[in-house]
């Protein structure tokens, strides 16, 4: 993670939390869960322009300390406003706001189950494949390990309003998620699973329209021949992998949306 300036001091969190937000962002707020309260607070006060790029905002202690939360929901928050481009965090030092020309070039990709709740409809998902393998050569490259290498394989189909949406074909490294084949994945998917336990120091995704395999087109209900958007996404930790998936959508139930913002 790079180093940023840090001409500025971290201002004070105001008594009642919110001193950002009308009524009705307070309302809005609370209905969150707890870590997208944190984040929507802080988020809303990096938008009235509160901590200017380089300034050291409020540390993780102090935060937990004043929402009543755990340290792991105050680093999801902070983690997910990383990602957004919004804040650096610097370990050992603190965190600091982005410098905003970075917000533009940012894409996030985010839970399936949260993106489907976010609408308004219901998710389920289906477990087809859960299991401890030995990577073979395609597997190993995918995930970034040498083949032979011990690795946890799922097979998920995750479904909006009954309809199947998404067919995610996930690679794990035990190393940095031993329990993960103990969760049951038709409560919680990998995605919000893995940021809770193995954060991720880097992501590389690539975004492409093709055909499903056989076995894909099959758990999604469609023809090897029809067009499909495929996201494939590796995620690691200071050059240690954590996991490799593929995401198979149909092109006609699914769309990739973002904001550019100067």
């Known amino acids: 993670m790079k180093s940023v300036p840090r001409t500025k001091s971290a201002r004070s969190l105001p008594a009642d939390g919110v001193r950002t937000a009308g009524a009705a962002g307070i ?8 870590f997208e309260q944190v984040k929507h607070y802080l988020k809303s006060r990096l938008a ?5 790029p380089g300034t050291l905002m409020p540390s993780e202690a102090e935060l937990v300390q004043h929402f009543g939360v755990s340290r792991m929901t105050v680093n999801r928050a902070l983690r997910e406003l990383q990602l957004e481009g919004l804040v650096d965090r610097v370990q050992g030092v603190g965190t ?3 410098q905003l020309h970075r917000v533009s070039s940012s894409l996030v990709i985010r839970d399936i189950h949260e993106e489907i709740v976010s609408r308004g409809h219901t998710h389920h998902a289906t477990v087809h494949l859960a299991r401890e393998e030995q990577a073979g050569a395609q597997a190993a490259q995918r995930l ?11 097979l998920i189909v995750h479904y909006e309003n009954g309809v199947a949406l998404q067919c995610e074909d996930r690679y794990v490294n035990p190393e940095c998620a031993p329990d993960y084949l103990a969760v049951d994945f038709t409560q919680v998917t990998p995605t919000h699973y893995l940021l809770d336990v193995a954060p991720l ?6 975004v492409q329209a093709g055909l499903p395999g056989a076995r894909e087109a099959k758990l999604l209900g469609l023809k090897t021949s029809d067009p499909c958007l495929i996201v494939s996404r590796r995620t690691s930790n200071r050059g240690v992998p954590i996991t490799q998936a593929r995401l198979v959508h149909p092109a006609g139930h699914y769309q990739i949306e973002g904001v550019f913002k100067p």
Do not use: N, Q
């Open 48 to 52: 009235a322009g509160e901590w200017t």
């Open 27 to 34: 309302r809005a707020a609370s209905a969150l869960a707890p």
């Open 144 to 154: 970034g390990v040498v083949a032979g290498t011990r690795i946890f394989h799922t």
């Open 96 to 98: 600091f706001a982005a």
């Open 201 to 206: 120091w880097e992501a590389h995704f690539s």
